[in-house]
T-cell receptor, first 116, second 112 residues
Framework: GAGVSQSPSNKVTEKGKDVELRCDPISGHTALYWYRQSLGQGLEFLIYFQGNSAPDKSGLPSDRFSAERTGGSVSTLTIQRTQQEDSAVYLC??????????????FGSGTQLSVL | QKEVEQDPGPLSVPEGAIVSLNCTYSNSAFQYFMWYRQYSRKGPELLMYTYSSGNKEDGRFTAQVDKSSKYISLFIRDSQPSDSATYLCAMTLTGGGNKLTFGTGTQLKVEL
Protein backbone atom coordinates (compact mmCIF):
# COMPACT_ATOMS: atom_id res chain seq x y z
CA GLY A 1 0.00 0.00 0.00
CA ALA A 2 0.91 3.65 -0.20
CA GLY A 3 1.32 4.16 3.52
CA VAL A 4 1.34 2.43 6.89
CA SER A 5 -2.03 0.85 7.53
CA GLN A 6 -3.40 0.13 10.99
CA SER A 7 -6.53 -1.71 12.02
CA PRO A 8 -8.89 -1.30 13.65
CA SER A 9 -8.97 2.49 13.73
CA ASN A 10 -11.03 2.36 16.93
CA LYS A 11 -11.36 -0.38 19.51
CA VAL A 12 -13.56 -0.33 22.60
CA THR A 13 -13.10 -3.16 25.03
CA GLU A 14 -13.96 -4.13 28.57
CA LYS A 15 -11.40 -4.22 31.33
CA GLY A 16 -9.79 -7.64 31.51
CA LYS A 17 -10.27 -8.55 27.86
CA ASP A 18 -7.41 -9.17 25.41
CA VAL A 19 -7.00 -7.02 22.30
CA GLU A 20 -4.95 -7.35 19.11
CA LEU A 21 -3.87 -4.36 17.05
CA ARG A 22 -2.56 -4.81 13.53
CA CYS A 23 0.00 -2.90 11.49
CA ASP A 24 0.83 -3.22 7.79
CA PRO A 25 4.07 -1.32 7.13
CA ILE A 26 5.13 0.22 3.85
CA SER A 27 6.34 -2.47 1.48
CA GLY A 28 10.11 -2.81 1.59
CA HIS A 29 10.53 -1.13 4.97
CA THR A 30 12.63 -3.34 7.19
CA ALA A 31 12.18 -1.43 10.44
CA LEU A 32 8.86 -1.32 12.33
CA TYR A 33 8.01 0.50 15.53
CA TRP A 34 5.12 0.68 17.94
CA TYR A 35 4.50 3.84 19.95
CA ARG A 36 1.75 4.75 22.39
CA GLN A 37 0.26 8.25 22.59
CA SER A 38 -1.62 9.11 25.74
CA LEU A 39 -3.31 12.41 26.44
CA GLY A 40 -0.71 14.91 27.62
CA GLN A 41 2.06 12.32 27.58
CA GLY A 42 3.47 12.52 24.08
CA LEU A 43 4.57 9.47 22.15
CA GLU A 44 6.07 6.66 24.18
CA PHE A 45 8.27 4.03 22.51
CA LEU A 46 7.05 0.47 22.97
CA ILE A 47 8.91 -1.95 20.69
CA TYR A 48 11.10 -2.02 17.59
CA PHE A 49 11.66 -4.70 14.95
CA GLN A 50 14.55 -4.63 12.50
CA GLY A 51 14.74 -7.36 9.88
CA ASN A 52 15.40 -10.76 11.43
CA SER A 53 17.07 -9.37 14.54
CA ALA A 54 15.60 -9.89 17.98
CA PRO A 55 13.14 -7.08 18.70
CA ASP A 56 13.96 -4.28 21.12
CA LYS A 57 11.21 -4.68 23.72
CA SER A 58 12.64 -2.21 26.20
CA GLY A 59 9.63 0.12 26.02
CA LEU A 60 6.90 -2.40 26.78
CA PRO A 61 5.27 -1.23 30.04
CA SER A 62 4.40 -4.68 31.41
CA ASP A 63 4.35 -8.37 30.51
CA ARG A 64 0.71 -7.94 29.45
CA PHE A 65 2.07 -6.33 26.29
CA SER A 66 3.62 -8.36 23.49
CA ALA A 67 4.18 -7.97 19.76
CA GLU A 68 5.23 -10.08 16.86
CA ARG A 69 6.14 -9.45 13.29
CA THR A 70 5.47 -12.24 10.83
CA GLY A 71 7.49 -12.68 7.65
CA GLY A 72 9.23 -9.38 8.17
CA SER A 73 6.05 -7.51 7.29
CA VAL A 74 2.77 -7.38 9.24
CA SER A 75 2.97 -6.81 12.98
CA THR A 76 0.47 -7.47 15.74
CA LEU A 77 0.53 -5.79 19.14
CA THR A 78 -1.33 -7.79 21.78
CA ILE A 79 -2.47 -6.44 25.13
CA GLN A 80 -3.70 -9.07 27.57
CA ARG A 81 -6.07 -8.41 30.47
CA THR A 82 -6.53 -4.78 29.44
CA GLN A 83 -6.64 -2.09 32.12
CA GLN A 84 -8.15 1.39 31.93
CA GLU A 85 -4.67 2.95 31.90
CA ASP A 86 -4.03 1.13 28.60
CA SER A 87 -6.48 3.54 26.91
CA ALA A 88 -4.45 5.49 24.36
CA VAL A 89 -3.70 5.80 20.66
CA TYR A 90 -1.35 3.05 19.51
CA LEU A 91 0.77 4.19 16.57
CA CYS A 92 2.79 2.03 14.24
CA UNK A 93 5.63 3.39 12.12
CA UNK A 94 8.02 1.95 9.59
CA UNK A 95 11.26 3.07 7.98
CA UNK A 96 13.53 1.81 5.23
CA UNK A 97 16.28 0.93 7.68
CA UNK A 98 17.78 2.58 10.71
CA UNK A 99 21.32 3.72 10.27
CA UNK A 100 22.98 5.71 12.99
CA UNK A 101 19.76 7.51 13.72
CA UNK A 102 17.34 10.00 12.26
CA UNK A 103 15.91 7.78 9.55
CA UNK A 104 12.51 9.07 8.45
CA UNK A 105 9.65 7.29 10.17
CA UNK A 106 6.31 6.92 8.40
CA PHE A 107 3.44 6.65 10.84
CA GLY A 108 0.03 5.09 10.45
CA SER A 109 -3.09 6.87 11.69
CA GLY A 110 -3.17 4.77 14.82
CA THR A 111 -5.67 2.66 16.73
CA GLN A 112 -7.66 4.50 19.38
CA LEU A 113 -8.07 2.00 22.22
CA SER A 114 -10.67 2.66 24.90
CA VAL A 115 -10.86 0.33 27.89
CA LEU A 116 -14.11 0.65 29.82
CA GLN B 1 11.45 15.45 35.07
CA LYS B 2 10.88 14.41 31.46
CA GLU B 3 13.82 14.06 29.11
CA VAL B 4 12.15 16.40 26.63
CA GLU B 5 9.96 19.32 27.70
CA GLN B 6 7.54 21.07 25.37
CA ASP B 7 4.85 23.62 26.15
CA PRO B 8 1.52 21.98 25.24
CA GLY B 9 -0.17 25.27 24.30
CA PRO B 10 -2.65 25.77 22.79
CA LEU B 11 -1.02 28.55 20.81
CA SER B 12 -3.32 30.73 18.73
CA VAL B 13 -1.94 33.17 16.14
CA PRO B 14 -3.39 35.21 13.27
CA GLU B 15 -2.76 34.18 9.69
CA GLY B 16 0.57 35.49 8.42
CA ALA B 17 2.23 35.57 11.85
CA ILE B 18 5.63 34.09 12.59
CA VAL B 19 5.32 31.14 14.94
CA SER B 20 8.04 29.97 17.29
CA LEU B 21 7.84 26.49 18.81
CA ASN B 22 10.41 25.23 21.27
CA CYS B 23 11.66 22.21 23.18
CA THR B 24 14.26 21.77 25.87
CA TYR B 25 15.95 18.50 26.68
CA SER B 26 18.20 17.11 29.36
CA ASN B 27 20.20 14.35 27.65
CA SER B 28 23.33 15.90 26.10
CA ALA B 29 23.89 12.70 24.09
CA PHE B 30 20.98 13.45 21.74
CA GLN B 31 22.37 14.11 18.26
CA TYR B 32 19.40 13.91 15.87
CA PHE B 33 16.55 16.37 16.20
CA MET B 34 13.25 16.26 14.40
CA TRP B 35 9.96 18.11 14.18
CA TYR B 36 6.81 16.20 13.38
CA ARG B 37 3.42 17.66 12.51
CA GLN B 38 0.30 15.81 13.56
CA TYR B 39 -3.18 16.62 12.33
CA SER B 40 -6.19 15.52 14.34
CA ARG B 41 -6.77 11.75 14.19
CA LYS B 42 -3.72 11.24 11.99
CA GLY B 43 -0.23 9.92 12.62
CA PRO B 44 2.72 12.32 12.91
CA GLU B 45 4.56 13.25 9.71
CA LEU B 46 8.17 14.38 9.57
CA LEU B 47 8.63 18.10 8.86
CA MET B 48 12.24 18.84 9.60
CA TYR B 49 15.33 16.87 10.55
CA THR B 50 18.62 18.27 11.85
CA TYR B 51 21.81 16.55 12.88
CA SER B 52 23.73 18.14 15.77
CA SER B 53 23.75 21.93 16.06
CA GLY B 54 22.82 24.55 13.51
CA ASN B 55 19.98 25.78 11.39
CA LYS B 56 18.03 24.21 8.58
CA GLU B 57 15.53 25.93 6.34
CA ASP B 58 12.83 24.39 4.16
CA GLY B 59 10.36 26.80 2.61
CA ARG B 60 8.46 28.56 5.38
CA PHE B 61 10.00 26.35 8.07
CA THR B 62 13.29 26.83 9.89
CA ALA B 63 14.66 24.45 12.51
CA GLN B 64 17.35 25.54 14.96
CA VAL B 65 19.37 23.44 17.37
CA ASP B 66 21.46 24.89 20.18
CA LYS B 67 23.17 21.96 21.84
CA SER B 68 25.01 24.14 24.34
CA SER B 69 21.66 25.25 25.76
CA LYS B 70 19.88 21.95 25.02
CA TYR B 71 17.22 23.91 23.19
CA ILE B 72 15.60 23.41 19.80
CA SER B 73 13.18 25.61 17.89
CA LEU B 74 10.91 25.49 14.90
CA PHE B 75 9.93 28.73 13.20
CA ILE B 76 7.02 28.97 10.80
CA ARG B 77 6.89 32.09 8.63
CA ASP B 78 3.72 33.43 7.02
CA SER B 79 1.62 30.96 8.97
CA GLN B 80 -1.48 29.58 7.25
CA PRO B 81 -4.69 28.03 8.63
CA SER B 82 -3.48 24.75 7.13
CA ASP B 83 -0.57 24.88 9.61
CA SER B 84 -3.05 24.33 12.44
CA ALA B 85 -1.92 21.06 13.99
CA THR B 86 0.07 19.65 16.88
CA TYR B 87 3.83 19.98 16.52
CA LEU B 88 6.00 17.38 18.20
CA CYS B 89 9.73 17.62 18.70
CA ALA B 90 11.65 14.36 18.76
CA MET B 91 15.25 13.39 19.23
CA THR B 92 17.49 10.37 19.33
CA LEU B 93 21.00 9.27 20.10
CA THR B 94 23.61 8.28 17.56
CA GLY B 95 23.09 4.55 17.14
CA GLY B 96 19.72 4.92 18.79
CA GLY B 97 18.08 2.95 15.99
CA ASN B 98 15.34 5.50 15.70
CA LYS B 99 14.07 4.94 19.22
CA LEU B 100 12.81 8.50 19.33
CA THR B 101 12.12 10.47 22.47
CA PHE B 102 9.23 12.83 21.86
CA GLY B 103 8.00 15.99 23.48
CA THR B 104 4.33 16.13 24.43
CA GLY B 105 3.51 18.36 21.46
CA THR B 106 2.34 21.97 21.07
CA GLN B 107 -1.13 22.54 19.67
CA LEU B 108 -1.12 25.40 17.16
CA LYS B 109 -4.13 27.17 15.74
CA VAL B 110 -3.75 29.72 12.95
CA GLU B 111 -6.82 31.94 12.74
CA LEU B 112 -8.15 33.66 9.62
Amino acid sequence: GAGVSQSPSNKVTEKGKDVELRCDPISGHTALYWYRQSLGQGLEFLIYFQGNSAPDKSGLPSDRFSAERTGGSVSTLTIQRTQQEDSAVYLCASSLAPHSGGEKLFFGSGTQLSVL
Amino acid sequence: QKEVEQDPGPLSVPEGAIVSLNCTYSNSAFQYFMWYRQYSRKGPELLMYTYSSGNKEDGRFTAQVDKSSKYISLFIRDSQPSDSATYLCAMTLTGGGNKLTFGTGTQLKVEL
